[in-house]
């Protein structure tokens, strides 16, 4: 169930009512009148099957609500109720197959902003991996992955792209560009500062490196894994039973590739410069690839699925 909060001015308050009791999937509605000071409004109070939340948020919008008044839409870890029961049969669908549009356009928006924090956690992670790639250390590769950010405004442009936002695309865009423009320019300096220091060498860069040599040599692969990390990301932002991310980001060599690239330049290794940049494009896009298409298809089959519940009446009750 998902829990709604509205402020809502009082002349409209009425019509929010009847619009919460006649929508599907609804309970436990509560009218607090002139209980909101800022905005000055009724507070109205709902919990909505999560399956039938998009509808309502979009028609709550439709209304003018999130101009007039607020919308507030948060996840109750337990609720404990025969309505809610009765509220979850009665909507069309399955809560974990749901995407909130709303919400997965607010969480993409945020984790695509270029800011300072942002930079550092990448370029941190980009030099973290460029130590790993220079002692051919996989457990330091791994660290990095799950330390890069980038994820965010991955997922940003393929929301974007499906939601048809441009500047959301332009927004992650910039993130993701910028971003590890950003790390590789920093990661370059850290190299040759390394190298004054001696701890980082030529010999060490022309090694072998069994464990991390894949990061320069891209093949077919490299965009069958970034696609499935594309899929199983999208997947964790959209499901109401999303895992932490930090399986999906070690499954992939964006941050790695970045960092090979920076330390290879700086020793004027052009061949493993373009290997590990063809690496971070090919990851880059199988990933944007796999969530777009998950999206696409979410999209698809919930809207299938809606047809087909409509048809058939609703959802049978459980036992």
Not at 168 to 186: I, P, Q
Request: hydrophobic letters at 50%.
């Amino acid at each position: 169930m998902l829990h709604l909060r509205l402020i809502v001015p009082a002349d409209r308050t009425d019509e929010v009512v009847r619009m919460l009791e006649d929508s599907v999937g609804t309970a436990h509605l509560v009218v607090m009148p002139g209980a909101a000071r800022s905005p000055a409004g009724d507070l109205v109070l709902c919990d909505v099957a999560r399956e039938a939340g998009d509808p309502l948020i979009e028609a709550l919008r439709g209304l003018g609500l999130d101009e007039t008044g607020s919308i507030t839409v948060e996840n109750p870890a337990l609720t404990l109720s025969a309505r809610a029961d009765e509220a979850e049969e009665r909507a069309p669908g399955d809560g974990a197959d749901a995407v909130l549009w709303e919400e997965l356009t607010e969480v993409t928006h945020e984790e695509s902003t270029f800011s300072v924090t942002y930079v550092a956690f990448l370029t941190l992670a980009t030099m973290l991996a460029a130590v790993g790639v220079m002692l051919d250390n996989a457990i330091l590769i791994v660290g990095a992955m799950a330390v890069g950010p980038e994820f965010g405004p991955l997922a940003g442009v393929s929301t974007a792209l499906v939601q048809r936002a441009p500047r959301l695309v332009v927004r992650s865009l910039v993130a993701l560009v910028g971003g590890f423009a950003a790390a590789m320019v920093l990661t370059a300096g850290f190299a040759w500062l390394m190298d004054v220091c001696g701890l980082f060498t030529w010999e060490m860069i022309e090694a072998d490196r069994p464990n991390t040599g894949f990061i320069w040599r891209p093949d077919s692969m490299s965009f069958v894994v970034a696609f499935l990390a594309g899929i199983a990301g999208t997947l964790s932002l959209t499901s109401s039973k999303s895992a932490a991310l930090i399986g999906v980001t070690i499954s992939v060599t964006t941050v790695p590739a970045a960092a090979n690239a920076a330390v290879a330049f700086s020793y004027s290794d052009y061949a493993q410069t373009v290997g590990s940049a063809q690496q971070l494009l090919a990851n880059l896009g199988g990933i944007v690839l796999a969530g777009t298409l998950t999206l696409l298809a979410q999209k698809v089959l919930w809207a299938a699925q809606l047809r087909r519940s409509a048809a058939s009446g609703g959802k049978p009750r459980r036992g």
